[in-house]
């Protein structure tokens, strides 16, 4: 059992370089307007070497980790006060870098954040457009952000690959005319995020109804999903 507090939800696991695992999640508090994220970082026996609460990004209601390249963490998460995002950027010891805080005012709901070939950040997940891809550079600042929607008005991304080409290849879900059942759909773009190719699978009867999670380039250039 790990951080044993009332209204605490786990968001992520991921292993680390020491076969070891790093944890992220969130704290609800009902006597502050704010919730708290965290990450816990376990050996490979699943023992609690240290828990870092992060208690400055406001009200997180979802909080997604993930490993970077200098041995440290980056954190995003929904920032439902500012309707934007929240980023931590720590050490390898869970200690903070920086944190920032993006005020969209579009709700946007990340899934997925993964690191550039730039050292840089990408996120994606869904907004009230569709799809979202934002870029942010190695110190947390604003690249670009973008929007991809289809005739449906109804996509939600789930997951982003890095591809050799540095573009990006999305993968999410969509709902498929005339019969509105699930259809996933992959979006591919340049360094920029500018869409080159969207291609939709499935969805044409009950038995395409079909909701895809995970998205990786094969070394043939192909994907599997």
């Known amino acids: 059992i790990y951080y044993q ?31 708290y994220g965290f990450l816990i970082k376990l050996n490979k ?7 870092k609460n992060y208690q400055n990004i406001y009200n997180i209601d979802k909080i997604l980790a993930t490993k970077i390249f200098d041995d440290g963490y980056f954190l995003i998460g ?29 709700n946007p709901y990340p899934e997925t954040a993964t690191q550039s070939l730039d050292s840089g950040y990408i996120i994606t997940g869904s907004d009230p457009s569709g799809v979202f891809l934002f870029k942010v550079n190695k110190n947390g600042d604003s690249l670009w952000y973008k929007s991809y929607s289809n005739s449906v008005g109804y996509i939600d991304g789930v997951d982003i690959s890095l591809i050799k080409d540095s573009g990006y290849v999305i993968i999410g879900q969509t709902l498929a005319l005339p019969h509105y059942y699930n259809a996933m759909i992959i979006i ?37 999903i």
Do not use: H
Not at 45 to 51: A, R, S
Not at 81 to 87: H, I, T, V
Not at 199 to 213: E, L, R
């Open 188 to 224: 591919k773009t340049d360094a920029s995020g500018d869409t080159l190719w969207t291609k939709t699978y499935g969805g044409s009867d009950i038995s395409s109804d079909c909701i895809a999670w995970s998205i990786r380039q094969t070394k043939d250039n192909g994907y599997i």
């Open 45 to 51: 026996n699943g023992d609690t070497m240290w828990l």
């Open 78 to 106: 929904r920032n439902s006060l500012w309707d934007g995002l929240s980023m931590i950027k720590t050490d390898n010891y869970g200690d903070t870098l920086w944190t920032k805080i993006y005020k969209f005012g579009n």
């Open 5 to 35: 507090a009332s209204d605490v939800k786990g968001a992520s696991v991921l292993q680390t370089n020491d076969s070891g695992y790093i944890v992220s999640g969130f704290k609800q508090s009902y006597y502050s307007p704010y919730n």
